[in-house]
């Protein structure tokens, strides 16, 4: 016979676990919560006990709906293939960064551990800014601004990890399977999206939940880019939306125009009270590219003093708002038009061999 008070004992502890402030991260059914930043459906799935799968193509993330300051998050992980690689973000933007598939945030590393440890990295729990994001390691072996772990503790495919990431006023740590082994300070941006990465490696996600903290009072500029709305036209696995693929290849996060290439056009059409955003490198001898938004041509030289030199990333923002059109070529404005009435899809119009990538696209 169960004695009263031990009836009272597993009573309190059952209800302070439900109590105990954490709520889940996912609903074991759909991404309910999440936004898939640049992502295909495929991608992301979940399996007959509810756990995330992670496809690991093509490289990506998907990102919380919300924002968070002040957390502590728990979630368990495990490589199903050997190498594999992905990552957790915390404080994170909402898109992409400029030329890349990730993004500006504080990465924590989920590596398989035959993946390797070198100079620069460990499998083991590293953690690091990324793309214009900064920290302050408090292990880092003199190595930047990345964090490397005092102990090695995961598990190697295909056994299950533990992580508790703790993030306050700027400060985060991680605990793998129990043990806090990486830290890290004053880091910028302190309040963002929680993601997850999509890099290659097949991974299981069960068990995560996440706990919120009072705030803190926090400098605006240390807020990530909150949500725009706006909707990645690329899913990196093939081009579902567009028209005209001829000398397109799908390179996972980028496309890439080969000689001769037609024009790569949308299905969808925008007008006004629009915004769109895509990013280009023209290699070595690509001397222009051009592309046509609301009925309107623009040619690019890569001549324009605005512009990244060749096999480097550029990104354009584009806002159409009362007929007016006003183009911003790495932050700094590149050209104006009064377009009234402007309405048509976007057309990527390469001239030579050149790589496209993060196109993105809302209604203001």
């Known amino acids: 016979m169960i004695r009263p008070a031990l009836i009272f004992l597993l009573t309190h502890l059952s209800l302070a676990k439900a109590d105990d402030g954490f709520r889940p991260l996912f609903n074991g059914k759909d991404l309910t919560g999440w936004v898939e930043v640049n992502t295909a459906p ?44 992905a990552g957790l973000f915390v404080w994170a933007d909402d898109i992409t960064a400029r030329g890349q598939p990730f993004i500006r945030g504080i ?33 880092g072996n003199g190595r930047g601004m990345r964090t490397f772990p005092t102990e090695k503790r995961s598990n190697p495919s295909p056994q299950w990890n533990h992580y508790r990431i703790e993030c306050h006023d700027g400060n985060i740590s991680l605990a793998v399977n129990g043990k806090v082994v990486s830290q890290g300070k004053d880091c910028i941006p302190r309040k963002g999206y929680l993601c997850i990465e999509s890099e290659g490696g097949i991974v299981h996600y069960r068990n995560g939940r996440v706990k919120e ?30 028209h005209k693929r001829a000398g397109w290849d ?32 023209l290699p070595e001898g690509s001397d222009s590219a051009k592309f046509e938004m609301f009925g309107q041509k623009f040619t690019i030289e890569s001549s324009d003093p605005l512009l ?14 009362n007929d007016q059109l006003v183009i911003l070529l790495n932050k700094e404005k590149w050209k104006e038009a009064s377009i009234p009435g402007g309405a048509g899809p976007l057309k990527l119009i390469p001239q030579a061999p050149s790589f496209w990538a993060n196109p993105y696209a809302r209604n203001l």
């Open 308 to 321: 990244e030199k060749p096999g480097n990333w550029n990104r354009f923002e584009a806002n159409y708002t």
């Open 107 to 139: 990465e924590v590393q989920v590596l398989e551990n035959a993946y390797g440890d070198t100079k620069s990295h460990t499998c083991h729990g590293d953690i690091f800014p990324i793309h214009g994001a900064t920290m302050t390691p408090l292990n």
């Open 250 to 281: 799908s390179r996972d996060w980028q496309m890439q125009a080969d000689p001769g290439a037609t024009p790569l056009i949308t299905e969808e059409a925008f007008s006004g009270n629009s915004e769109i955003i895509f990013d280009l490198k």
């Open 42 to 85: 495929s991608t992301w799935s979940f399996n007959e006990k509810g756990y995330l799968v992670c496809s690991g193509k093509p490289i990506g993330e998907i990102r919380t709906e919300r924002m968070y300051q002040n957390f502590i998050m728990e979630v368990e992980w495990r490589h199903l293939v050997p190498k594999g690689n």
């Open 213 to 242: 903290l009072p705030d803190t009072p926090i400098n605006p500029e240390h807020i990530a880019i909150e949500s725009r709305g706006l909707r990645c036209l690329y899913n990196g696995v093939d081009f579902a939306g567009w």
